[in-house]
């Protein structure tokens, strides 16, 4: 099978339903994406607020922090300035804080409310209330107490949002956490730690200790909206919904709240019983994509190939109507297999002589989730760009940078640095040197060491590139204003983000583009670039015929790689072609051994995560019964980003 333009996506689209919740114990609404969710959610809050307007009374919010509610934030701003939705009568109460942390810190959950939503609406500064993270120790138990009463004296909370987190924890409430714990003071698990640790440049920078609201006072709230996004959080989402209450998953005591309801995203929601295995709880309309799901579901399970599954088979495994919606199972299968195996796809069957953009958000990414594709893409000679959209500056280890400037020191003679030109470095390298001396942890770099580290990423980069035989000439670097904060906490994409895809796009008119379809990176940025992708193919899309739109390749496996069911190719790999992809990215040596930002749930180093996920799905086709390879890529295609 050649890849061209016929080629869709096999993504199903899911209707929302309430069917085949039994094993739900607590209510759940399901969103095609956050953006969704999070107007959802501001519309409720708005709601509410107008209510008690009307009334003449307050409304109190338990507010959280974290990258999930910023969308709701950014919505309820949105509806601030332009319908006018009206903030005076709000009281909010903030669930945590960091401790010990200075308001002003970066970190600082003080910060990240101005910053992210008060600033920008008109609440009163009387009517808000966070937990300090700034007073002595022998102060904190009586803190901890006041604003349990500052709660009470607001008449309780009407509404509660709140995250969760990879542990179950809600607000800070750890595992061990009971429905009888209040306002106080706790020691941050070990995982937890780790989830932050991007936001203070390290784990070892992350505070042991955090004050929270309890999970008894959030359970005395009238209303609760737990939301969560993303596949990395979908294991403990259904472990909080379907199994009963546990101290060892503290989001699981909202089963017990009469209003308490879980808002999730599709990816979120991935792991629950009626989304991954809806013909276990519900009639399901037995299309041939989901055919193909609960197919590769029942040989996975019962560890036979595809071909090898008879009627018994589905009879005992609750697939009794799909059976009665074919009237031959064993042709049924055939089929399936062949889909499957019609969407592998050799070196020599890939497009050849076309135009190409590979969108990757970090200096990395590329070689990291379609190295092999990259190399292949060149082999064929084909015309790729590859568009480094972040400079990935807050990666890149201090040490990296004194490693560098010694080696110039070293080499200043054979590199000509001589005279006034030797003393303006060594004045600089001196002035870098002294702020690092003073640097304080999770502190935004100088300007000139900012752009230090975003070279040492660029250079990598084409370090990379050049294993698959492309040069510096093939490398664009966009250099997004979203994310040139100086920190891991970015800016909402903008005009001047999205202008700068459509400029590329329209400069190039590439008949194929890579885009990270893989949203689940623990600081958000491929999200960002999606979303700016996204934007300017919409633009591109209207400038053009339809004859002339890039087909998109989704790729994913930095964090996680597309499930078997989902993707529309397949590239086998050879080991060679294995190791020339590890080689690429072993390249990136800022990023090697230990990464800045490796992600909480994976101890692995990209290159084993590359290399684990491209074995493993080259496993899992072998065990359908389809053909053997060393290592493979999994992509999904589409015109029009989902």
Not at 186 to 205: C, H, P, Q, W, Y
Not at 516 to 533: K, N, Q, V
Not at 550 to 574: C, I, K, N
Request: hydrophobic residues 40%; contains cysteine; proline residues 6%.
């Amino acid at each position: 099978m050649s890849v061209d333009a016929t080629m869709q996506s096999s993504i199903p689209a899911v209707s929302p339903t309430t069917e085949g919740t039994q094993r739900e114990r607590v209510p759940v609404r399901i969103f095609d994406n956050p953006a969704q969710l999070a107007r959802e959610v501001a519309r409720r809050i708005a709601e509410l607020i107008r209510e008690r307007q009307a009334e003449g009374r307050t409304v109190v919010l338990g507010l959280p922090t974290g990258s999930t509610p910023i969308g709701v934030y950014q919505e309820l701003i949105r509806m601030h300035r332009e319908e006018g939705l009206d903030f005076s009568n709000v009281i909010t109460f903030n669930l945590d804080e960091y401790y010990p942390m200075q308001p002003d810190s970066l970190q600082s959950y003080h910060r990240f409310m101005r910053e992210n939503l008060f600033d920008h609406i008109n609440i009163p500064p009387e009517n808000i209330h966070i937990p300090r993270g700034d007073i002595p120790p022998e102060e904190v138990e009586a803190h901890c107490q006041a604003y349990e009463e500052e709660i009470r004296k607001a008449g309780g909370l009407d509404l509660v949002l709140l995250g969760i987190g990879r542990s179950g924890h809600i607000g800070f409430n750890e595992p061990g956490s009971g429905p009888e714990t209040r306002t106080r003071l706790v020691v941050l698990d070990e995982i937890t730690r780790k989830d932050a640790a991007s936001d203070f440049f390290g784990e070892e920078n992350v505070p042991r200790h955090a004050i929270t609201m309890g999970i008894g006072t959030i359970l005395e709230a009238l209303e609760i909206i737990l939301m969560a996004t993303g596949e990395h959080k979908a294991p403990i989402v259904r472990r909080a919904v379907e199994e009963p209450p546990d101290r060892q998953v503290p989001a699981s005591f909202l089963q017990t709240h009469p209003n308490a309801t879980f808002y999730l995203d599709r990816a979120a929601a991935s792991e629950l019983t009626r989304e991954k295995t809806p013909w276990l709880v519900r009639e399901v309309v037995w299309d041939k994509p989901m055919a193909k799901r609960a197919i590769i579901w029942l040989s996975e399970k019962l560890g036979k190939a595809i071909l090898k599954l008879e009627a018994a088979d589905f009879y005992r495994n609750h697939l009794h109507s799909l059976v009665h919606a074919y009237p031959d199972v064993d042709a049924l299968c055939l089929e399936i297999f062949e889909d499957l195996r019609q969407r592998i796809v050799y070196s020599h069957q890939l497009f050849k002589h076309q135009r190409v953009i590979v969108f990757s958000p970090h200096p990395d990414d590329d070689v990291i989730s379609m190295g092999g594709m990259l190399d292949k893409l060149v082999a064929n000679q084909n015309e790729v760009i590859v568009a480094y959209m972040t400079n990935g500056s807050v990666a890149v280890f201090d040490a990296d940078v004194r490693r560098y400037l010694r080696f110039v020191e070293l080499s200043h003679d054979i590199l000509g640095l001589e005279g006034e030109a030797l003393e303006r470095f060594r004045a600089r390298q001196q002035e870098i040197l002294d702020f690092f001396a003073r640097k304080k942890p999770g502190e935004v770099d100088l300007e000139v060491i900012q752009k230090l580290k975003a070279h040492i990423r660029y250079a990598e980069a084409v370090a990379g590139i050049e294993v698959v035989g492309l040069t510096a000439e093939h490398a664009r670097f966009l250099d997004m204003p979203f994310y040139k904060t100086g920190t891991v906490r970015k800016d909402p994409i903008g005009e001047a983000d999205i202008r700068i895809v459509l400029d590329l796009l329209e400069e190039i008119h590439p008949h194929h583009i890579f885009v990270a379809g893989d949203l689940s990176d623990p600081h958000g940025t491929h999200r960002m670039c999606y979303t700016a992708i996204q934007q300017a193919l919409q633009r591109y899309h209207r400038a053009h015929p339809r004859e002339e739109w890039p087909l998109v390749w989704l790729y994913r496996g930095a964090w996680q790689e597309w499930e078997v069911h989902q993707a529309d190719v397949f590239l086998p790999m050879s080991k060679a072609d294995l190791d020339r992809k590890i080689e690429a990215i072993f390249k990136h040596e800022s990023q090697k051994d230990r990464a800045m930002f490796p992600g909480a749930y994976d101890d692995r180093e990209f290159w084993q995560r590359a290399r684990d996920r491209n074995r493993g799905t080259a496993e899992t086709l072998n065990r359908l019964g389809l053909p053997e390879f060393y290592a493979a890529e999994a992509f999904v295609t589409c015109y029009e980003m989902p």
